[in-house]
């Protein structure tokens, strides 16, 4: 039974565990301090900050998902963005990423956000697969400054 709920104190350990994951998935890395402000900001109460949700497969951690809300000068109301979204590979295709994804989109439809969007690199086969079922892919390309 998959679980999602959000992120709580207690949680330190295995978010930065999933967290961590994901990010040597697009092999990369953060200082101590940005652990520490990004799990500060998911606990607060600042609504610009990010929201994070942790997914349990019999009580235990296996995946998590990060978003925000933020204006956009074409809409009145917030839209919403997921930036992270991780599951360990060992519960691929149980169904979790699904869930954190709904979870998001049932967060944004309780906040009146008309829509949640996010990235992933281009050869990111596995994800996807997924993305393909329940988003639209969009023609967009990010840049980033120089």
Same mark, same amino acid.
């Given at each position: 039974?998959?679980?999602?709920?959000?992120?709580?104190?207690?949680?330190?350990?295995?978010?930065?565990?999933?967290?961590? @994951?994901?990010? #040597?998935?697009?092999?990369?890395? =953060?200082?101590?301090?940005?652990? *520490?402000?990004?799990? +500060?900001?998911?606990?607060?109460?600042?609504?610009?900050?990010?929201?994070?949700?942790?997914?349990?497969?019999?009580?235990?951690?296996?995946?998590?998902?990060?978003?925000?809300?933020?204006?956009?000068?074409?809409?009145?109301?917030?839209?919403?963005?997921?930036?992270?979204?991780? @599951?360990?590979? #060992?519960?691929?295709?149980?169904? =979790?990423?699904?869930?954190?994804? *709904?979870?998001?989109? +049932?967060?944004?439809?309780?906040?009146?956000?008309?829509?949640?969007?996010?990235?992933?690199?281009?050869?990111?086969?596995?994800?996807?697969?997924?993305?393909?079922?329940?988003?639209t892919l969009t023609p967009f390309i990010k840049y980033n400054r120089a």
């Open positions: 039974m998959i679980e999602i709920r959000p992120i709580q104190a207690s949680d330190r350990a295995e978010w930065q565990r999933l967290w961590t @994951a994901y990010l #040597e998935f697009y092999e990369s890395s =953060v200082t101590t301090d940005i652990y *520490e402000t990004s799990f +500060a900001r998911l606990l607060g109460n600042d609504p610009h900050d990010f929201h994070g949700l942790i997914a349990e497969l019999d009580g235990k951690p296996c995946g998590l998902v990060h978003y925000l809300f933020h204006r956009h000068m074409w809409r009145t109301e917030n839209v919403c963005y997921l930036q992270d979204l991780y @599951a360990d590979p #060992e519960v691929r295709g149980m169904g =979790v990423g699904r869930k954190l994804i *709904e979870a998001v989109y +049932a967060a944004a439809d309780a906040a009146e956000s008309p829509t949640v969007y996010w990235l992933t690199q281009d050869f990111n086969q596995t994800a996807r697969k997924l993305y393909d079922r329940i988003g």
